[in-house]
């Protein structure tokens, strides 16, 4: 069976690459709330971090199906009274999607809704299947007509034509059949679910607000409607809100866990609390650790902003060497910039950051940054900061090695090109032009978040983007194939 | 099994409603001509009468099939290098929709593509399934996931789980099943195929231009591209344009035929030919059979513009009387033109028409129109001439009175809002008040039309609408239940 | 002084140029009435016909002057309600402009609005003044800025710096200063203002509604709203609308009148009565001179739609010949519409036009059409009407062959591209391969106005474009010079 | 004379009030650079901050201006190669402008350009004068004309009705008649100039990038391009960038020195160096002063985000306490954000910050803000901060309490609603809800700009929106009538 061989109308992509690694969506879901659709629009607009580039809401006010998805970012979509009106309803599910490159926007738009024949059926979907293209191919040659390229649409399949006289039966048997890292929120007409897959990599947190309970990616969701963090939902257990208390459902037996280690480093965001960790203290331990492990005879440290100021601060404060902010970020940057000439071709990195030179001349500067993927803007940045009169730099990252790319919903370059992946670390620092250049060891990491190093037995977290460790299958990978495509209608705007 | 209760986000509807009734579609096809898109834009430009709202092509480029799908009017759509720089192929279809009030816009969203697994596979439809809906819950209950609520998509499912090798075989396997009126054209990666239902209800014609050949609703579309008219497509019959000459597949082994007589009094372009009649003709031969019926004392014939005008002219050719354009169009009539203050709320009708005083004060009129549905507009016009100063006004229709439905594919009002079947002529002569009413007479457009009368035993044309006499089954109208959509995930643009 | 050598932003052209001259605008006025913006609204609709580019409104509360100008269609653009809503006041003038090409959009904005130190003051123009850039240039040099290239500005700068201790002063004063052609309405805090050039080379109508006063360029925007049409505003006078009965104030003491010929040929509405004679009923009676002058044997009459129905029904009747629309005009067409392919270049008039083929086939025909500008579409409707079978093409025009350019506010080629100013009309009918060739005489065009012929000591209209005898002083010409531009702020919307 | 009483078509306004004061403006010069206009656009980036809601660049390439202004931000309005590949030339100037609540968007629209007689000027202004109204009385009385309500305008009719034979000579004579703070760019056909108001209030620097010479209102702008920063421009000097080098004119004897003190403390970014002293190392250094001033018992520094957090950092190094996130800002805060529903209507803050609770749980926290202006933000952090568990919250301020409006191109608000104007210190610490509150004293914020404290005879820096003590007269204040507006032809697009 062939590939694809459609080509929609074109859709707007954003070509805007920061050399970073990004995590692809935000869930959230609510139920027994009067005013539903509003906490979710606070919900999504506290995880707009997890995804930028569309986001949806799907209400259910007892008789019917309120849904509203537009590209754009959260506070700009919800704020209007017409479409806040239109979202009445006690239960809701909603979805941050995040930008990806050379894609259609047909893809992960969310949550998706299908008419089932027991009854109408909402879901929204953070993570990635690693068997997605060889159930769908079943599912195509068994005559099913796919919309778009999302694994989100297979899990509607699967529940369509499983058996089960109940929705939560048929979701147990499309559970079954999947492989891969998701955290659900899924909404019928009479209960608001949610999923967390077998080895919890990615996360989901239950919550309550007076009488209503909640799910959501992370706790700063939480944090912005004054709602109460009651747990982690487990690895492996779906969890039911309906009438009465929320009742927990396993999927799967097995208690391994293997949490994502650079939602941590790097996805989550500060001020959230995960599997009982602070993520902002997690980054300062890491700094701190990483001063112990390779600390260079220096002046000041220096973060580059924003994500390398926790692991900064944990630095300076360990290494007792001052603390500044020696690189300033420009928080305007639109979505392209069009640099014209070939004089200037080389500024990009400016349009973002600039360096406070009164506080770079003449030091012996710790930069430190939370990873490196492509190496591209941290090689300007050194550059940058060495032009500014800086006499020595030295990189610390709060990260092990980048080797492998992430196959549970975490976009990735290739693996051609990730820097880590084809040089040494005496290669990358002669490449980023730097004095010395250290990591935090594998061990290290574990150290820092309260682990005596890493078991490779039994490692506690998914650290495969470092190691190459898969915790699950690869099916897709094992025998691939294109995604397909199957049933098209979307319609451009006149 | 409950209608579906999703509400999806609103689409821009068009609230206009100029009293008449209005065909849903238009559809074009051609193979073999290297700018296969830049001639289906023209031909669905000169089709552009049978669909305003919106408008698509898919091309197939002997490895691609490309498609473009947009709001609005076929001049716009395709008015862009950058649009029509995609469509690249040899072969290519196209299709225009009527815009529906109160339907939201993913109804007939046009031409629909899937990737079966036999490969790609686009369709492009006008008419009306009048079985649909009962197919569709069989199809859901059976786990089909549809994304819209179109008949369109009905047909691409019972292709994707119908038997059959080849997807020609599936689509006569897909034909057995279906009820109603239905001109369809198809593409897949070697062919362009047309079907004309099992009476050809709705018009479909076959056309040369060089090596290429061509489908259209009507011959006006090969006029614009100086294509030669071959033939009309049969009643039942497929014809598949791939290599060498067009191939001919009987689809149903009947005679009998029921083109929609309503094609000749209202909804084809006056330039166009079907089944060997000219639409001009027809219409002023009803307009002499009229004046021969029902010819009053009067000073002048004066034509509801502009569809009134051939039967007009045709009046005042039997008639002897002379004809005069007492009532003036403005054709640039927006889309959307709120009335504010009480005091011109009346005013709708003068937003089109406005009457030539000087042509009418102190004469008797002859209004010719060519239907009444709800009357309101004609009776507007009635008052206005009367205001103007013409002493009698006498009307007469090119049509018989409107008393039922349309199940096939055109756009009538519930029967309660016909005017004709509500009221007795006389009624509808004193609620217009005119000073003389009189519709042709049944056995009159069939003159007009060339036949000794109606043979109510075999008529010659589907004429239900006047006669309730409806030449198919209608199961889902014997079945009532609302519509199904079952996935949807449309995005509202940034 | 050097021309103005600013290039502002880019505004949207609209290329669409259909080979007909064009009225550059339309005014309308309105005073004394509660609901004065709806009813300015509907009085520019029903003017849509002289100019589609962009529309304005100005009204005045008692308090404060609201205006709403855009571009787009009447309809469009005052059919919402926040539109509307903020148009409160008794008094409002509005305004059409016609798109010219290659012009940016600042030149004819109107109504436009000037703080003077007397008061508020809003105008709106209809015209061409024939000294505007001698006057401009004399302002400039004072340290007048201008804001746009329109003459309307320049009348606003003169106000502004003429003595006289109120606007209508001051008015009478700029008044004094000005020549060419204008058809003014004018708005201040106590009064709407309307004035007709000298000649009265373009039309202006004084009407009333129940208390209140109207203005407008045609007596179809009194019939829109049930208006009462009073009388032609003179040539020369200038008619106050404000408490009481309407102020009569002679600008000029002369009493030659020219109205612009060409206004009853194509401009004006055929459902308006000009001086006392309907529209509709000149170009009937045109259509009869012609007849007269030059029958050739044939066996159809066909216009050229819609503009050339009038004449053609007034050579039918004339000539006995029997009258059919051969021609099938396609309202549908967009603003632009990029014909990809050499093969089909040549289809331009096929996307308006389309030959009526079971009337023309083997059939003698006379064209009838208004005019002959560049004769690009005349030709290829004649090669059209040849293709589809008529054995012979008379082709007839109801005005005089154009030969000379306007200056008064209508949009004609340069010399150059005036075909009458570069052939004979032997030469056009061989150039648009026609059988015979026959334009109105200029004794006839005034016969069928009623008139003995033209009197060239003192002729009854502006016949300029005819002639080249123009009516008033042509300064600019004179003293060529481009036109200066001096303020610009206008901004682009993100 | 009356205020206008125009009201034009509403513009889409900003509602968004961070209870923060504002910059009204950038401006940026350059000439002698073949790639002018992408300079402007990357100098207008870097200076972003200092106003988001337009920008424009009017470049001059020897024969013409070209323009482009636009709503937005920079990198969004200048991405495109159509509007870029427009602006060639050699010397360009543009400005940023801040957006207004309740101000039509005509107000400063800039650069604005005005063909006077003695050739091409564009002109852009960061400041404000402070006898604008008179100065445009005057003119309108003399027969100007305004189109907007800014004073850039004015200065443009001074200088089209001065005396002088070249532009640069009537600049002067402009500059003569205003009072106030201005910082202007302005471009003539051979020259790019710069001025600074007498008293330096607002600033502006020179640099220079190979053979290039520029002006910009910070020197980030320079950094970003790799520029080389020459010199501040001198209080009252203006600089003439033309052939050879640059040339400076005195246009003021005096040398008093005004410069706003408030630019240090939150205006200007970190990264630019003003007057000699890195904006970083001000703020740093009131933190180190406040904390001697005014160190309570604590636990922990937290900054209010991002302005707080120089300051925050000195008091921190000054004090010895803990500096740590304790708040983290979400910068995705869309434009909008309506919150429906009772119950959330107080969770404003929480859309841009959350507390970090880990890090504030048990903790006597040093709150450290940069400034107060109503105090709501303020109070919601506050509170929002002891909800999260802080035991104590001490709240210090990096400048003095802001007791008075701003006339120099700050928008302030009304004197009361600075919360400063109203209540004592005591006062508002309780209406904050902190258990200790302390702002920098004003000879504490002279100390740590290097002076021994205020000599109140000769300020060192403009001062007034704490003291009331301002610089020049404020003629139009002492004279209230509000802005004129004059002529206005601004075009909604359709």
Redesign the interface.
């Known amino acids: ?2 590939a ?7 859709q707007p992509g954003l070509p805007f690459d920061d050399d970073r690694v990004h995590e692809e969506c935000a869930v959230f879901g609510i139920h027994g709330h009067p ?1 539903a ?3 979710a629009a ?1 919900g999504l ?2 995880l ?2 997890r995804g ?1 580039e ?1 986001s949806g809401i799907v209400t259910f006010d007892g ?19 017409a479409v ?3 979202l009445v309803g006690h239960a809701a599910i909603g979805h941050n999607r995040y930008s990806t490159t050379g894609d259609t ?2 893809r992960n ?2 949550p ?6 027991l ?2 059926f909402a879901l929204a979907h953070n993570g990635n299947l690693t068997n997605a293209t060889t159930l769908r191919r079943e599912l ?2 068994r ?6 390229t999302s694994d989100t ?1 297979v899990f ?2 699967l529940i ?2 499983s058996a089960g006289s109940n929705l939560i039966d048929r979701m147990l048997g499309a559970l079954a059949l999947v492989e891969g890292a998701y955290s659900l929120v899924a909404m019928t ?1 009479d209960a608001v679910i949610g999923v967390r897959d077998p080895l919890g990599v990615r996360p989901l947190v239950l919550g309550r607000l007076g009488d209503a309970w909640l799910f959501a990616s992370e706790t ?1 969701a939480f ?4 709602a109460e963090f009651v747990r982690d939902v487990d690895p492996g257990e779906m969890v039911v809100l309906g009438q009465g208390e929320p009742r927990s459902i396993r999927v799967t037996s097995g208690n391994r866990q293997r949490f994502c280690v650079f939602e941590y480093i790097y996805f989550a ?3 959230s ?1 995960i599997e009982g960790t ?1 993520v ?2 997690a980054r300062k331990a890491i700094g701190r650790e990483l001063a112990r492990e390779s600390l260079p005879e220096a002046d000041l440290v220096v973060p580059v902003p ?1 994500s390398g ?2 692991a900064a ?1 944990g630095f300076a ?1 360990e290494s007792k060497l ?4 020696g690189i ?1 970020r ?12 070939q ?2 071709r080389n ?1 990009g990195v ?2 973002k950051h ?6 770079l001349e003449g030091k012996r500067v710790v930069l430190v940054d939370d990873s490196i993927v492509r190496g591209t803007t941290s090689r300007k940045i050194v550059q940058m900061v060495r ?1 500014t009169g800086a006499t020595e730099v030295h990189m610390r990252i709060a990260s092990p090695p980048i080797t492998d790319p992430c196959f549970y919903g975490v976009d990735t370059p290739e693996r051609g090109q990730l820097l880590a992946a084809q040089m040494s670390v005496e290669e990358i620092a002669r490449h980023l032009d730097v004095d010395s250049l250290a990591f935090i060891s594998m061990d290290g990491l574990y150290r820092a978040m309260g682990r005596p190093g890493r078991d490779s037995g039994q490692p506690a977290f998914c650290d495969a983007c470092f190691t190459g460790d898969y915790p699950t299958r690869l099916t897709d990978r094992e025998n691939p194939n294109s995604p ?11």
Do not use: W
């Open positions: 069976m062939p694809s061989r459609f080509t929609p109308e074109p005013d659709a509003a906490h606070l607009h506290a707009q971090h930028q569309a008789q019917r199906f309120n849904a509203h998805r537009e590209l754009g970012l959260v506070g700009d979509i919800f704020s209007s009274e806040m009106s239109r926007l047909l738009v969310q998706l809704f299908a008419d089932l024949s009854g109408g195509v040659t005559g099913a007509i796919f919309q778009s649409e509607i399949h369509a034509t007409d700063c944090d912005i409607m004054g965001r500060p001020d609390v602070s902002y203290e924003d100021v926790p601060l404060e001052p603390f500044d902010l300033i420009n928080h305007y940057v639109g979505r392209t910039f069009i640099e014209p000439g004089e200037i500024l400016k349009l600039n360096a406070n030179r009164p506080m032009a397909q495509l199957s049933l098209l209608s979307e319609l451009k705007r006149a």
